[in-house]
Nanobody, 116 residues
């Protein structure tokens, strides 16, 4: 089993920055990829960024050039650096991990609010 603990959310002004952290524990050797999803009120949960065990990354078109996902293997932690934040980035952000068998794991979510 995999446990995910998120931190780093908060309230920022438009144009500001935040860094989200997600610490993984448990059967981390089974993790194939990790990523960040977000869900705004009235909208479906969407993929923001993902990073594979091999280091490959993918981003939603809406955040390309502004967000960066990274990984610290020694700390079993993934990060989401969010720059040039926009009000439309306001959402609950969830850390996600997928096992090699396709089983998804989710963090508790952290609120990001961007004021205009």
């Amino acid at each position: 089993q995999v446990q995910l603990v998120e931190s780093g959310g908060g309230l920022v002004q438009a144009g500001g920055s935040l860094r989200l952290s997600c610490a993984a524990s448990g059967s981390i050797f089974n993790i194939k990829s990790m990523g960040w999803y977000r869900q705004a009120p009235g909208k479906r949960r969407e993929l923001v960024a993902a990073i594979t065990s091999g280091g490959g990354t993918n981003y939603a078109d809406s955040v390309k050039g502004r967000f960066t996902i990274s990984r610290d293997n020694a700390k079993n932690t993934v990060y989401l650096q969010m720059n040039s934040l926009k009000p439309e980035d306001t959402a609950v952000y969830y850390c996600n991990a997928r096992s090699t068998l396709g089983v998804p794991y989710w963090g508790q979510g952290t609120q990001v609010t961007v004021s205009s």
